[in-house]
């Protein structure tokens, strides 16, 4: 029988790129649809946002919460942080 192996653990410089190359894809997605100056740093400040109370979740969790952000979502993200900086 062989040996179940350990799931590979990313270090932490391996996680962040993980997840910039994730909000990069998803603010491409987002500019394919006409939303043109979304930016990868601004999807994560979207998503992290969702984390301030309680803090970073799973890793699974934030993976999914990237990659079904839907763009009203976004537009409704912004125009909070919007109105909370004025």
């Known amino acids: 029988m062989e040996e ?3 799931p590979e653990r990313l270090n932490d410089r391996e996680l962040n790129e993980m997840i910039e190359g994730l909000c990069l894809s998803k603010a491409e997605e987002f500019q394919m649809i006409g939303y043109e100056h979304v ?3 601004e999807i994560w400040e979207c998503i992290n ?3 301030k109370k309680k803090g970073l979740p799973p890793l699974h969790q ?4 990237i990659l079904s952000l839907k763009p ?3 537009m409704n993200y ?3 942080s919007m ?3 004025s």
């Open 83 to 85: 109105y909370r900086r």
């Open 39 to 41: 930016t990868g740093e």
């Open 62 to 65: 934030v993976v999914n919460d």
């Open 72 to 74: 009203n979502q976004f």
């Open 49 to 51: 946002d969702r984390y």
């Open 4 to 6: 179940e192996s350990e």
């Open 78 to 80: 912004l125009t909070l």
